[in-house]
């Protein structure tokens, strides 16, 4: 039974809104808005569900970069598509995973990934 109990429980803590997101997708708490601007942010509409989230710009938004440890985000290459030898890319300009993106880490274009 207990088991059971504790199965339920993180069941329901897995499907509960992520601190500073909004309970569901509609319009985001008063709360939530409130913290996101404390972090600079802007509460939008992303993703392919369009789900409100808190998105906080960069102030090293375009530096360039040859790694992830230059930027506050990502190194991401300013292109997608594979690359050969040392690159550099830039810095990305929001904590936003969407689109599809090349990482730039230790000089080297990594694989790129789509994210919906």
Known sequence: MRILI????LLSAACSPMAGQA?????????AGAAC???????MRVGRLQTS??????????KVCRDGDDCLGDCRAETAGPREGAVTGVCAP???????????ENGRAGPTLCVD
Do not use: M
């Not at 504790?6 to 429980?9: G, H, K, N, R, S």
């Not at 569901?24 to 008063?30: E, H, S």
């Not at 929001?94 to 730039?104: H, M, S």
């Open 23 to 31: 309970p569901d997708a509609g319009a985001p708490t008063q709360t």
């Open 94 to 104: 929001n904590d936003l995973p969407f689109g599809c993106n090349t990482p730039v």
């Open 37 to 43: 601007a404390a972090r600079g942010g802007e509460i």
């Open 6 to 9: 504790v199965a339920l429980a």
């Open 53 to 62: 989230r808190c998105v906080v710009p960069f102030p090293d938004a375009g």
